[in-house]
């Protein structure tokens, strides 16, 4: 029954990362199609627009053109949150956690197949009013995710709910 439980768990997870990478792709394709070479789309005057960027780095434009850096970042994240996903107790104690992993896991998935496919990531979102660096819907997943994650961890799980990580007994919350 519980390597059921698990299996239905894990199905779950993959499936909802991979509708969240495909609403990324999507949302970055019709940016390619209707940004690419255009004004950008104004949506609130001096606050927000559309504008198409091709990022060869990091968040901030940092890590210019370091591709094979970022490649093994995400293959090790990748391992490390499915190596998550399969240790975690299926509860709903943990339901937050999950969420916020699988949030982080599509974030990097979706900048991932920008960088194996075009060898930059698509951003297209631009807070003219604070001139905040242009991103995409996966550096959203990405920052949300982490902020979420990191609350949890500070106010809500404490350090034995993470024992199941070191392969001690999976607590039952």
Not at 25 to 31: A, E, I, R, T
Not at 49 to 63: S, V
Request: glycine content about 4%; overall charge positive.
């Amino acid at each position: 029954m519980k390597e059921t439980k698990t299996s239905i768990a894990l199905t779950l997870i993959l499936l909802c990362t991979a509708v969240l990478v495909v609403l990324d792709q999507w949302v970055k394709h019709l940016c390619v199609l209707h940004l690419k070479g255009q004004e950008p789309i104004t949506l609130i005057s001096g606050v927000l627009e559309l504008r198409y960027l091709e990022n060869h780095g990091a968040a901030f434009g940092m890590l210019q053109n370091q591709q094979w850096f970022f490649w093994i970042l995400t293959a090790v994240f990748i391992c490390a949150a499915m190596w998550f996903f399969v240790k975690v107790p299926k509860t709903g104690y943990y339901l937050p956690a999950i969420l916020s992993v699988t949030f982080l896991l599509a974030g990097a998935v979706g900048n991932f197949i920008d960088r194996i496919t075009m060898k930059y990531v698509v951003d297209f979102i631009y807070f003219r009013l604070i001139d905040f660096p242009i991103f995409n819907i996966a550096d959203i997943y990405v920052t949300c995710s982490m902020a979420v994650l990191i609350l949890l961890i500070l106010f809500k799980y404490k350090d034995e709910d993470f024992a199941f990580l070191s392969g001690k007994k999976n607590n039952t919350k």
